[in-house]
């Protein structure tokens, strides 16, 4: 191990090194698995949104769990009106879970995703507009069906 840049001076490579990947695809690939058969749409079924207890509005994830169930029944449209941003976010996921297992097996250690403070900022922008959007009478087509 080099002490400077603390990256292996032999990097693994191939099956060796996909561990972190696959063990996050499994958990991944379990959790969705218990929202396929435990019902979220079911109230109290998973707890409940401590933003929504505390201040009464719809956070950025309200919505999320039964989405995913939904798209676990191949059912999109009820999906999107659970959560408008489900669908791109797993879709991003997956190309990023990709994109790591990719660079695991050519011997790279680097992290999954690495954002920088600019899209950081435009993403925490973009989720804070969309709070407010669906929390008001006009953006209410966006809060979780």
């Known amino acids: 191990m080099d002490t400077h ?10 099956l060796r ?8 695809a499994a958990g991944a690939v379990v959790a969705v698995a218990i929202l396929h ?6 109230p109290g079924s998973y707890g409940f949104c401590p933003v929504y207890a505390l201040t009464g509005w719809w956070c950025p994830a309200c919505g999320g769990l ?7 029944n191949l059912d999109i449209g009820a999906a999107v009106a659970g959560n408008v941003l489900i669908v791109p976010f797993i879709a991003v996921m997956v190309f990023a ?8 097996w ?17 993403v925490l922008i973009f989720l804070a507009a969309f709070t407010v959007t669906r929390n008001t009478s006009w953006g209410s087509w966006l809060a979780p069906a």
């Open 97 to 104: 879970l990709i994109g790591w297992a990719r660079r695991r």
């Open 17 to 24: 090194a996909l561990g972190a990947p696959a063990a996050v």
């Open 66 to 72: 039964r989405a995913v169930h939904d798209l676990t």
């Open 5 to 14: 840049s603390e990256t292996p001076t032999t990097p693994a490579a191939g």
């Open 37 to 42: 058969f435990r019902d979220p749409h079911q």
């Open 106 to 122: 050519r011997g790279q250690r680097d992290r999954t995703i690495v954002f920088g403070p600019r899209v950081m900022v435009g």
